[in-house]
């Protein structure tokens, strides 16, 4: 039995899902829902590279799963179904975001390792008996997918740069631009041959060892700027 099948899904409860553009727009488009029915969004401490702008100012925020309060007053995510007993299921399971399809993985210097110090029940997970093939692919496709977002929210901070204080953009128009260009950006990998996909999803980030010119990722990343400018 995976570890999740007869756990409480103490991670729905406790952790704060980041969402990128594709999670916005899978969701909305697969659930039927408003991006503002399921996202919160939060102020950044420090800006990262995926933090959006409503103005001119510094000031950047991050996409959020909304939280609601569970059948024993503690906070959980919308999404997770309470079974009885404390069993949790998420509700939205086919359509869940990345951060929730690959925890707890991560990939360490290209090697698939569970993370320590998480919330699951001691031991539940370990390398040894887990599909590590398909591990890897969730998180290849993690990483493509946040990059992307990176250069979307660059495009979009481009804009709002130019927005003065009075004029401030609203989380609404941030949502509505995220689903345009998603939708503008659903044919581009569809188009892509399946060797020069996995190559770009195989060595993402990756400059090391590439031919002279751009890197297959760095080819696709171009793309996706034309396509959402
Ligand atoms: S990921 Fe961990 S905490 Fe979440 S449901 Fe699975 S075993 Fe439980
Ligand atoms: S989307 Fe699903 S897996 Fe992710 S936190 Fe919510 S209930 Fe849990």
Known sequence: MRPCEGCVGECCRQYFVSLNGQDVSTIATEMRLAPE???TIAQEQEATGVGFKLDATKTTFSLVLA???GSDGRQQCNFLMELGNG???????PSRPSACRVFPAQLRHGAIEFRDGIVCPKGA?????NDLAAW????????MEWGVYATVVRCWNAQAARTPRAEMRTPNDYYTYLLDRYERLSTLERDLPPDELQAVLDRWGQRD?????KAPWERFLTKVEQAIA
């Open 37 to 39: 029915q399921f996202i």
């Open 67 to 69: 939280k609601r309060p």
């Open 136 to 143: 890897r692919s969730l998180l290849l496709r993690s990483h």
């Open 125 to 129: 997970w370990n390398v040894a008996g």
């Open 209 to 213: 060892g590439a031919p002279a010119g």
């Open 87 to 93: 069993i949790g299921r998420c509700g939205i399971y």
